[in-house]
């Protein structure tokens, strides 16, 4: 699972890409680590130690304690508003996870999750294709290369538990021809959460997300 893989980058005051993310890219199905901003000092070394820890506790599939980790950091004060959408995202999907394996159930879910309809969430990177593949997880698939709205399915590792199907309508039409072989982050405003009506445990819920936009990035 891909993963949003972190560390402290000095003075710039940014969580970096680095040499680490690069070598747990193939252990993180995923959630891919993006540039985020935090805090001076010690408190940054705090809170980079505890992003870390998340990360490890989504890379082990150990959803309940991510969720519950992720949403503490979130409350924090004084966390930037990128990192809090980036938080946000991680504390859906693993919140979900949570509920495929029975740790929480759908009440937990709703009341987690509730809170964040209304505000800005931001996805992981995902690889772009530019060929629809019935079933394909974890990957911006787009058969209309200039479509203004697609959905996106968020599962497990093993793509055996779907967290969730993501609705996303982009602000306006992205040529995403030009971007095959690329990967996209969405960052948008939540809509609506729809858990499953049914409480099935293998497909979790529906998110809706609008006025979406699309950072592209090549990794090697």
């Not at 890409?17 to 995923?30: N, Q, W, Y």
């Not at 209304?118 to 992981?124: C, F, I, Q």
């Not at 779907?162 to 030009?178: C, G, N, P, R, S």
């Not at 529906?206 to 990035?217: H, K, L, N």
């Amino acid at each position: 699972m891909t993963s949003f893989l972190s560390k402290l980058h000095g003075d710039s005051n940014v969580i970096s890409r680095s040499a680490k993310r690069a070598k747990l890219i193939a252990r993180l199905v995923l959630l891919l680590f993006v540039p985020v901003t935090i805090c001076r000092g010690e408190t940054a070394i705090e809170d980079q130690k505890e992003y870390d820890r998340i990360l490890q506790l989504i890379s082990n599939e150990e959803w309940k304690a991510a969720s519950e980790a992720a949403a503490t950091y979130l409350a924090k004060t004084g966390t930037s508003e990128d990192l809090q959408a980036r938080l946000r995202y991680i504390v859906i999907y693993t919140t979900a996870g949570a509920v495929s394996t029975g740790a929480f159930d759908f009440d937990v879910l709703n009341n987690r999750l509730k809170p964040f309809i209304g505000k800005s969430v931001t996805l992981p990177d995902r690889p772009v294709i530019n060929d629809a593949q019935p079933g394909r997880m974890n990957a911006i698939c787009i058969s209309d290369p200039h479509a203004t709205s697609f959905m996106v399915i968020a599962a497990n590792k093993t793509n055996t538990t779907i967290h969730a199907f993501e609705y996303v309508k982009l602000q306006q039409a992205v040529d995403f021809a030009t971007h095959a072989g690329e990967w996209g982050s969405i960052t948008g405003t939540l809509r609506k959460v729809e858990p499953n009506p049914n409480k099935s445990r293998a497909i979790v819920l529906r998110i809706y997300i609008d006025d979406a936009t699309v950072a592209f990035s090549k990794h090697s």
